[in-house]
């Protein structure tokens, strides 16, 4: 695994463009960000029209005609075309700029002809990626802005759309901007899986000894949850606030199943707060068990060294070269070195044994 | 005991079967599940009338004609019959969804004519396995839908429905879900007592030394004992939310039961947390003691092996070969060598003394 | 200290007798258990009248003659009495139950005409002990239930009530209550005191080094601190309760004096947590301590080590019995040899000073 | 530092007088106490009654005569006297048991005419005491008891009454009682200052490496904090319960000076727990460094041992006596022992250098 | 990086000047910081006046000349002129007093007809510096106090004074607190980056290995990091209250850009504390790295000495100078030797093989 790659986005999750002490609502384009693409769906009981719009100007004037219009911006590339949209659409500086800036908490904001909701989706390809996606929920229509990555999660919700008159055809706004945001909740399910599979090799690599590249990964799956953890989080408070407020914008029916999408961000936000202690589980586990095999080592070497370093000072002391040693010429100097080597080895071992080294 | 075999629970404790996306209200089966077995007890103060049900149709009349009906539904392998249910009994689509992933955090929700609780019972044989009961609680009827897992800690109600006239019979549906939820939580105590044994188990192996597998066990334990705790603590928020509502589902006596039960879950959520605690303190107190051995061990070899290698080099010096070494002639060359080493040793054991190297 | 004797009531402070699914208000003797005594203290202004009761039944009636009437029962030891009990004081179901299932987490409930509170007393002979006292308090008396440990913690609430014709005398069944759960909550201070003694022995040996066993006894000691913490804690609760509760059952006066024990309460608890958290400094206290005599005693070794075995090599190299080794031969070969294994002596102590190596 | 001098207070913060089972209210002497001085201040704006009171009888009375006046009185040491002026001031027995049990958490209590108020002053001399001390506030008295240790932190505001007619000499009790409050946590920013120095001075020993004494010594540091806090902390609830009353007690300018006095109690506290988790920050980080220290060393260990131990085997091996070692006879011998050596040795610092062990 | 440099801030904090049981009120001027520098930005929607103040005298009475007058003053070098501000303003003298102790944490106190702000700026050249910068905000006029160090986050906003005449010109006093607090937070965003720069570069050295260097630069990033969630977290409250302030010092558009700065506190407190976690994560990781290398380093060590150690003792054996040493004289004693040596070494390492030394 390339560890390096994926660190970015776990150390540095936010970072703003507009400048410090810059005056509010200033809408800056990301230059390296694709131009924006708009696409708009709008649909009714009746029927289904999707296309590929040029411009923006107009779009407002669009929304009348069908029951529900669905504009779609992908991309945050171009200043001039999310400002125009702003006018079209009568949206707050403050809201804009925060389109702008890709890097905000989830949140709700009640303006007065729209709800502005901050929503951020996940993707783990080769690291893991998240993607703000602001959505302006109005009476009949829903504008998504994404940031730009290539890939989608709503495409699910354009079939449902397309092929079935089912519910959500016979449905308003509020309906649509439910599916989309349960489309961008579920997206965390197999991201979560994806987490869950490594965890259980790592699990399993560390059962069987692990080594130092087991740590580094323990540290990376960390940092990511972590990653992830700040992604889902404020979606709690976001739900919340949807399914608490008595307004106009989501009707009693859809409300219940916002309550159901809430069950889901819970359910998500205490997975990853689980596999997160797992992570740290695996780590304590892992350093116990080094302890535990340096302890191991430590000990071999010592009965080794100790039983052994004695027994070659003797050796080593017979073996100098001095011409009066009365020992060397002894019939049973030998015999007698080999003696006090056994006894001097034999109580070392006894002491062992008595302090327990042998034992486990 | 085989550590691999009981770790998916442990990791992986909720993962979702309806694809991102999917329409809300999809019911999906599970494939490798057995079909739903159904069993109805209908009884009232006069009798009991049980049955094992080939088909789910005209059960909703069927709860017209007793007191007090309970239909069980045991295993989640056929869609269809969950669905025909659902429509029989009026069941809310979002619920019928939840009852299909298996794997929801316990929970209550009201809807019109019946209240929809979703629990979660514990067993534990080789390895821990929770399996959630859904509970439908209507006006003279529960409808329990277990995933199918063999075993079921509902005999001891059927019994007391069965052999005694006694509360239960004469009590209404409210008081039978009362008491499948007591039994579901009762349960819980004997897998906690043979937690508990298990920790008393590790906290001796570790009094006397413990080895590289009780490091892996106190983790193991861990684990499922956070497996435990995720399974339990949902329940609390149920009873609180079942003791609190004023509404006409549960009777003002039964609540003073479900608060009962309440206290219960508390007490079990209160050992858990102990037991918890307790591994990491195991974990921490272990991590010491080998520290502890270590340093120990330590000090051994450094002991012997620094009062030796300074005597083995002198040895070694008088052990060389040069043909013109005077201090080999002398007569009392020898006896220098040796008053040499015992000079060396004797400060080398001060100088260990002094520093407190043999006092603990 | 006899660890193992003490940790039962530390790894397992609760264990339910009733099995899973019984019915609710299930009376289980515990077998094991002293038989039942009962004493009972009638008391007014006037006099006070104290009698071993032989039999229960006609205490009710009993309590109708003096001012206040105090019935003690200790021991559980046989279920029909405390079921008759029961009936005579027209207990509920529950609450029996949970006399008799000793390991209740303190607690109050109100029923129509009683109060039932349960508490928790401890006492530190060998080991920690802690007893359920369940307090019945009706309108003019006290029935207390203990299970039936040796000893009792009331002793000097009845001298109060024997000798002086003081406050206590004077006032109703509530006051007698307070006295009660007062010298309850009183007792746990020795007991704090003597964890305060081995803290500071504990401490004292630490400081001067430490052994293997100081390990184990603070992790002891903060077994116990959890288990007196888990019996003391839910009193805040208890206490909160009784002083807040606007009913007829405690007095104005009276609950000036129960808000005073909730304060000791509290100190006690902070007391708990202080030492709690005093035993977890000290471990990790030990633990850096003992890594750095560890890291002290791989130094030296290092040094020695490092220092000698270069020159012993040198040593056996002129040591080797080869036939044709010029050194051997020269005049001036041993002096080169001390030479040179001076000149790697020099420069490894030099190494060694540069590194920092003898500094701390 | 003499450790051990400083540590009973940081291990055993409170400790009771009163036995278990007291009656409430039991005003018991501190035998080792200095016996109390009373000293009484009247002031008004027109002037200043300074003097040594012989007795307390008829201090209530005094009162009467000024505008406002303070009666302190310092030691416990005597029962008779606490207990007199309790009479004198119609004090509440519960409130006298508090002052003579001097460790209390700080606290309020509201009686019928006067407040009752615990605050706790410290000091650093060679060791961190604590001092409780009570204030009585009535009408136009204020009553304050100190525990009677040498030094008092009152004694500016003495001067500020003394010296200006100022805003102290012209307002009523409720002032004096703030500008008490004030002088006793105004007190604690030079302890803190001085703590503040010892973890400067700490920071800078670990930097340069530290010693066995740096680790004693972050633990005592630690100690004292924890200490300090369990002192400062209910401070923070007195001062919200004063800002809060409503009652006549404080006038609306005084609550004012209290909120201020409020600011300075959290910015205090957030210190200290800022300086405790620097101590737990110091402590890791002390923890790190002993083990990159050990790492060093072992390393350096493991790479001299591991090149030199077989070299000097192969010396050892040609330094064997055997008559029949055909090797020794050969002319290349010698050179051929030597090149085995260089071979052996230098395909271990390959190996070493390829394991990046002489990196960092 | 020059480490001790950058501490004291991040130990001490906060620093208190005025002595405990001085007055409260009682202004003490700064003697080493510079005298205050006065200038005035007086603007409407017609033109903007800007001067350097000489004095304060009259600046009240400026005020009700322009729409919007902004007083900044720089440095607390002289309390006389912060005590005649206090008096041409009539500002509050406990107000005036945490003016002079620049060491407060950030709070909101309304007062009669000003509102009295206190925040804090950050900057991070050498080491991280904290200002303190007091903002009166009245009904026509702001006054800011800061503490004098050399630059000032409010240039952006006067150049949106002076050169546009946009929202700022427009609107009231309370526009522009809101722009100058907003001023205030944004500069949090580059310092926040440069923390962030600092952590990946951290994280790059402990992958690649980490040094002694690499504990000391996580322990000083971490306290940095400490310091500025200290000196940030306390502006969550102060926006709070200005957002939920019903009065009339801010508009209700005013309160809109507040909620915004609201929100940018919360994002800039999520990176910080994630950041201090990544800080503990790194720590903690090298840790387990270290402890993984020194086991590697010990496994090669005790493989190494265990194996050579016995097989030098052979050696030494036969290398002892005894003249009856019968095995020296076998023809086959030299093979026997080294078969001996074989074998043991033989054994050792299939012993080794079978404990797994040699995989991980």
Same mark, same amino acid.
């Given at each position: 695994?390339?560890?390096?790659?994926?660190?970015?986005?776990?150390?540095?999750?936010?970072?703003?463009?507009?400048?410090?002490?810059?005056?509010?609502?200033?809408?800056?384009?990301?230059?390296?960000?694709?131009?924006?693409?708009?696409?708009?769906?709008a649909y009714g009981p009746d029927?289904?029209?999707?296309?590929?719009?040029?411009?923006?100007?107009?779009?407002?004037?669009?929304?009348?005609?069908s029951a529900v219009t669905?504009?779609?911006?992908?991309?945050?590339?171009?200043?001039?075309?999310?400002?125009?949209?702003?006018?079209?659409?009568?949206?707050?500086?403050?809201?804009?700029?925060?389109?702008?800036?890709?890097?905000?908490?989830?949140?709700?904001?009640?303006?007065?002809?729209?709800?502005?909701?901050?929503?951020?989706?996940?993707?783990?390809?080769?690291?893991?990626?998240?993607?703000?996606?602001?959505?302006?929920?109005?009476?009949n229509?829903?504008?998504?802005?994404?940031?730009?990555?290539?890939?989608?999660?709503?495409?699910? #919700? &354009? +079939?449902?759309?397309?092929?079935?008159?089912? /519910?959500?055809r016979?449905?308003g706004? @509020?309906? =649509?901007?439910?599916? !989309?945001?349960?489309?961008?909740?579920?997206?965390?399910?197999?991201?979560?899986?994806?987490?869950?599979?490594?965890?259980?090799?790592?699990?399993?690599?560390?059962?069987?000894?692990?080594?130092?590249?087991?740590?580094?990964?323990?540290?990376?799956?960390?940092?990511?949850?972590?990653?992830?953890?700040?992604?889902?989080?404020?979606?709690?408070?976001?739900?919340?606030?949807? #399914? &608490? +407020?008595?307004?106009?914008?989501?009707?009693? /029916?859809?409300?219940?199943?916002?309550? @159901?999408? =809430?069950?889901?961000? !819970?359910?998500?936000?205490?997975?990853?707060?689980?596999?997160?202690?797992?992570?740290?589980?695996?780590?304590?586990?892992?350093?116990?068990?080094?302890?535990?095999?340096?302890?191991?080592?430590?000990?071999?070497?010592?009965?080794?060294?100790?039983?052994?370093?004695?027994?070659?000072?003797?050796?080593?002391?017979?073996?100098?070269?001095?011409?009066?040693?009365?020992?060397?010429?002894?019939?049973?100097?030998?015999?007698?070195?080999?003696?006090?080597?056994?006894?001097?080895?034999?109580? =070392?071992?006894?002491?062992?044994?008595?302090?327990?080294?042998?034992?486990?």
């Amino acid at each position: 695994m390339n560890l390096k790659m994926m660190l970015p986005s776990a150390v540095r999750p936010f970072r703003r463009r507009t400048g410090p002490g810059a005056s509010p609502g200033t809408v800056v384009a990301l230059p390296d960000e694709p131009p924006p693409q708009v696409r708009v769906i709008a649909y009714g009981p009746d029927g289904v029209v999707e296309e590929q719009a040029a411009s923006v100007s107009g779009l407002a004037a669009l929304t009348q005609r069908s029951a529900v219009t669905w504009v779609n911006v992908d991309g945050l590339g171009d200043a001039a075309v999310i400002q125009q949209l702003g006018n079209e659409f009568q949206l707050h500086p403050l809201a804009l700029e925060d389109v702008m800036n890709p890097h905000q908490r989830p949140k709700v904001e009640a303006y007065d002809d729209h709800l502005f909701i901050v929503a951020r989706s996940v993707s783990l390809d080769e690291h893991l990626e998240t993607e703000q996606i602001a959505l302006f929920v109005g009476k009949n229509y829903v504008l998504t802005i994404q940031e730009g990555l290539p890939g989608d999660c709503f495409d699910p #919700v &354009r +079939e449902r759309i397309r092929k079935t008159v089912g /519910r959500i055809r016979h449905s308003g706004a @509020d309906y =649509l901007a439910y599916a !989309l945001l349960d489309a961008i909740i579920d997206n965390y399910f197999p991201v979560l899986d994806r987490y869950g599979d490594m965890l259980d090799d790592l699990d399993e690599q560390l059962m069987s000894g692990g080594d130092g590249e087991s740590v580094a990964q323990i540290h990376k799956l960390r940092s990511d949850l972590s990653a992830l953890r700040r992604a889902l989080r404020p979606h709690q408070e976001v739900f919340n606030e949807l #399914v &608490r +407020e008595e307004q106009e914008r989501f009707s009693e /029916r859809t409300r219940l199943y916002l309550r @159901d999408c =809430l069950d889901h961000v !819970l359910q998500i936000a205490q997975t990853i707060d689980h596999y997160h202690e797992y992570c740290s589980d695996l780590r304590d586990y892992h350093l116990v068990t080094l302890s535990h095999r340096s302890n191991e080592a430590m000990k071999t070497l010592t009965v080794i060294a100790t039983l052994f370093i004695p027994l070659s000072f003797v050796a080593g002391l017979y073996g100098m070269n001095f011409q009066h040693m009365p020992e060397l010429h002894w019939v049973y100097g030998y015999p007698m070195a080999l003696a006090i080597m056994a006894s001097i080895g034999g109580s =070392l071992l006894a002491w062992f044994w008595r302090r327990g080294w042998f034992r486990g």
